[in-house]
């Protein structure tokens, strides 16, 4: 089985604080994503990597950067934490399609709360 | 501009009947398309997919069809049972392009006893 894991469930942080969010992998994916899901919002794209040091913004990017220095591992960093930033934060990984992959692959969140 | 939508926030169906959920699209490049479910406090897990080149795609209890003329898919879901009760994330990708998932805003499925 597919393991995507998130290194916390849940996170309190204050204002302006630099916060760090892992996932790691185990199936040798090559995409890895990081979405944000609010009520009401869905589940939006804040940044994909396609491999080791590459990244694509997604469609919300600012107020957070990423790092993938390797395969297994992509890590969201929020520079200087917001209260607007509160959220669930759901990491995935899936396979290339043009290597025979289809969907993605979830952890299990990690629910952020910013103070 | 939102690329998938799912319009309606919820649906309730009556255990045992057809759950039908709707999602539409406006980028006519996306080729492939994708369902999760998510249950609370859980990430998102995927449920069925379905290529352009496809207009169906069947999977026990859960189908998916296509229309690209309308830019339309849906998912039913028959017969409905209790375990069903999720939030449904419609969710498209072009392949080969980028391979970004962009997902619509989710509808909340209550199944009825």
């Known amino acids: 089985d597919v393991k995507v894991t998130q290194s916390s469930r849940y996170l309190v942080k204050r204002t302006g604080e630099k916060v760090f969010l892992e996932c790691v992998q185990d199936?040798?994916?090559?995409?890895m994503f990081w979405y944000r899901q609010d009520p009401g919002l869905g589940l939006r794209l804040i940044y994909f990597?396609?491999?080791?040091?590459?990244?694509e913004k997604g469609d919300i990017p600012e107020g957070y950067s990423v790092s993938r220095e390797k395969k297994e591992r992509f890590s969201l960093i929020l520079e200087s934490a917001s209260t607007n930033q509160t959220s669930m934060y759901l990491c995935?990984?899936?396979?290339?399609?043009?290597?025979?992959?289809?969907?993605?692959?979830f952890g299990q969140g990690t629910r952020l709360t910013v103070v | 501009d939102q690329q998938v939508k799912q319009n309606s926030p919820s649906l309730s169906v009556q255990e045992g009947r057809i759950s039908i959920l709707n999602c539409d699209y406006t980028?006519?490049?996306?080729?492939?398309f994708l369902w999760y479910k998510k249950y609370p406090a859980e990430g998102p897990t995927f449920l069925i997919s379905i290529s352009s080149i496809k207009d169906k795609n069947e999977d026990g209890r859960f189908t998916v069809f296509l229309n690209k003329s309308a830019k339309h898919l849906s998912l039913h879901i028959v017969p409905s049972q209790p375990g069903d009760s999720a939030v449904y994330f419609c969710?498209?990708?072009?392949?080969?392009?980028?391979?970004?998932?962009?997902f619509g805003k989710g509808t909340r499925l209550h199944i009825l006893p």
């Open positions: 969710a498209a990708s072009e392949v080969n392009r980028d391979d970004k998932i962009i």
């Open positions: 980028n006519s490049m996306f080729d492939y």
């Open positions: 199936m040798d994916h090559e995409n």
């Open positions: 990597s396609y491999d080791v040091k590459m990244k």
């Open positions: 995935a990984s899936s396979l290339l399609p043009r290597t025979g992959g289809t969907e993605a692959f």
